[in-house]
């Protein structure tokens, strides 16, 4: 069983609209969450941090759940410039674990 | 706006020779990771070194995989005798601690 498990979508959406999901990990001694942004044929790149009372950035919220063990990243009025793919990555003893990733598509 | 390089961003070799790929890390940073992603697997973490020490290198196949970081400016990873399933990007990345990296924009690495 992989450590961090996605929906990898794709999650084909229209410009505005809202766009949720989610990630599973598996070990419950996971310290700290994130979730990282890859564009097509480019690194990864920091996104935001999740914690445990939720945060947001902008258009970006992200929740965590520790007692059921997934985080979720919500986008709100999607623009065409969010089409990525978002990795849903779990420190875990000092090594980041990395998803496999949910592939957005917005559309115009 | 200081940034991770890697080098060569692209190489295409045969099976059998030596690869070496290197990463200069953001300077200041302690901490240099490499990673290695396929389609099939994803991004994984092949080694990692803080303050030039190698801390974890679980990850890495060692009959054929080395990684080094002769000094703070310089990692280098390298693969002898390389192999077509090695094809992937790989990539560095270096941070003041694990929770924050910052990516450099990898090696393509095709073996035919």
């Known amino acids: 069983r992989k450590e961090v498990e996605q929906d990898p979508g794709p999650f084909n959406v229209p410009e505005g609209a809202t766009v949720a999901f989610n990630c599973t990990y598996s070990?419950?001694?996971?310290?700290?969450f994130f979730w990282y942004r890859q564009d097509c044929r480019k690194e990864p790149k920091l996104l935001m941090s999740?914690?445990?009372s939720g945060n947001e950035d902008g258009r970006f919220t992200a929740q965590l759940n520790r007692a059921s063990q997934y985080i979720s990243l919500l986008i709100r009025d999607s623009k065409l410039s969010d089409s990525a793919t978002y990795l849903c990555?779990?420190?875990?003893?000092?090594?980041?674990?990395f998803g496999a990733g949910t592939t957005v598509t917005v559309r115009a | 706006d200081a940034r991770v390089t890697q080098t060569p961003r692209d190489k295409v070799t045969e099976m059998g020779q030596e690869v070496t790929m290197r990463c200069q890390p953001i300077?200041?940073?302690?901490?240099v990771f490499w990673y290695r992603q396929t389609m099939m697997q994803g991004l994984e973490l092949l080694a990692y070194?803080?303050?030039?020490?190698?801390?974890?290198d679980s990850g890495m196949p060692k009959d054929r995989f080395s990684a080094e970081m002769p000094d703070a400016t310089l990692a280098t990873l390298k693969i002898q005798p390389s192999e077509p399933r090695d094809s992937a990007v790989y990539f560095c990345?270096?941070?003041?601690?694990?929770?924050?990296?910052?990516f450099g924009p990898g090696t393509r690495l095709t073996v035919l």
């Open positions: 990345a270096s941070g003041l601690r694990t929770d924050t990296q910052y």
């Open positions: 070990n419950s001694a996971s310290q700290s």
């Open positions: 999740v914690y445990s």
């Open positions: 990555v779990v420190n875990i003893r000092s090594k980041l674990s």
């Open positions: 300077l200041g940073h302690n901490t």
């Open positions: 070194f803080r303050n030039r020490a190698p801390l974890d």
